[in-house]
């Protein structure tokens, strides 16, 4: 099965879920998590309701960026299984109506990779124009350094050759020079080969830092749009229905230019809107989410947010002002070790602390916005994370399944595991695991289960309908309305830890009920005076609008 025999707007009205295969499951008892363990747990993926499974790099690596430090874009990590193992993956994926899409790290390699160890073998080597070499360490001085923890200068010295090579991340991952025409199409080879197996779709990585250019600040430069463009133009037409998913964590307006005239990327992850959701929170005030949507809707029709709550980086506060960064750290990571570079290493619930409402009115906030929601490994169960662990391993432990020996991820022994099971209540295996939680109705898990569900119902209006706000006289509570057609729904989320009361103006709803979403329960009438609501603190409601009537709450 292929992306393209179907709705080719499928990935806007798709749920996605993101896992490293390292962490999922491990089926052959070495302590790390493999393919053949994904296989076997593929139906979890249709249990939970998801569409489109989102690997995380699994190529040959020296792992020392989480395998982000690619050493062979042609094979699979010995660790994970063979290239038949993905294959054979892939084909039961795609038998079970579910889509994958892969990693496709293009910025940077491995300095192990055979491309790099070429190229600092001699200034006369022919791969030698494939990275960015420099005499000196001083051009480039606008260019922000990412790693800023770790990481003092974006040149590090080749001994071997006497020159400096460029990097925007690790100093172990040179990055590639797309002004070299060879290195571009080998990268389109890449694809090719990806795109040739079958996968639904690449999550580009650090798409902003193609070019370098001495009078800008080298990202979002004019080359690294017009390459992307030549890179969609390709898949269009060569495999039709690839999707492209850009990771720009950048502000809003530069964001949102990876979409291009919708000649770019299919999608992009909404980094803008996530950290101003926890500020939001943390302020009880639905202005910065209202003001950010306003700054980020009007893409193309054919292209969607990515919309999500955390993945397997820290939280990034690279785009935020000095203050919102201040307020967020305030709140969410008081101890220090919670921090890294310009951001947060901590999973939903312990940013949470597990306070169940909250986890409710987050995704429903993420299942009802703009966009495609993409979930993050774990955070359906609250599992939590673990600080002692060092740079982001502490959100990328492994999936707890049971409550059982190695929370049922692997038969190893626990000085095996290739990482610690969280074990610190109330965020531990015991409780936090899929078995527990999937025989518990009232779980967190089967309420994600049920919200998905609901969603479903209504992924046209969702997925491809409007956003509008309406007047309301209280700013806590985030009000919006997603329409489509005929079709209207109201979703209210109380950010306050207060009850809150409040007056929605809905006049041109007049004479319709909201009927509320998963029941399919009317509330009274919408008259000519504003709406009335009271609100429990941090809840949230669902609403289709429409007269006593019309059948099934559903489109
Ligand atoms: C992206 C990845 C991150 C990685 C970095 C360098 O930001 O999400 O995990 O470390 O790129 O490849
Ligand atoms: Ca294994």
Redesign the pocket.
Known sequence: MNSSDHDPLWYKKAIFYETPVKSFFDSNGDGIGDFRGMMEKLEYFTFLGVDCIWLLPFYESPMK??G?DVSDYYSIHPDYGTLEDFKEFLEKAHSLGLKVIIDL?L??VSDQHEWFREARSSRDSPKRDWFVWSDTDEKYRNARIIFIDTEKSNWTWDEGTGQFYWHR?YSH?PDLNYENPELREAVKDVVRFWAGLGVDGFRC??VPYLFEDEETNCENLPETHLYFKELRKMVDDEFPGIVLLA?ANQWPTDAAKYFGDGDEFHMAFNFPLMPRIFIALAKEDSLPIVSVIAQTIGIPDNCAWGVFLRN??ELTLEMVTDEERDLMYQEYAKVPRMRLNLGIRRRLSTLVEQDRPTMEMLHSLILTMPGTPILYYGDEIGMGDNIELGD?DGVRTPMQWTSGKNAGFSSTDPEKLYSPIVTRAPYSYEIANVETQSELNTSFLNWLRKMIRTRREYSETIGLGTISFPKTDNRKVLVYMRNRDDVHLLFLLNLSREPVSLHVELPEFEGLKPFEARSNTPFPAIGSDPYFFTMAPRSFFWFQLRSDENGEASD
Request: net charge negative; no cysteine; hydrophobic share 20%.
């Open positions: 960026d989480g982000y790290v910025n940077h991340f991952q990585d650090a990771e397997h980086d982001r």
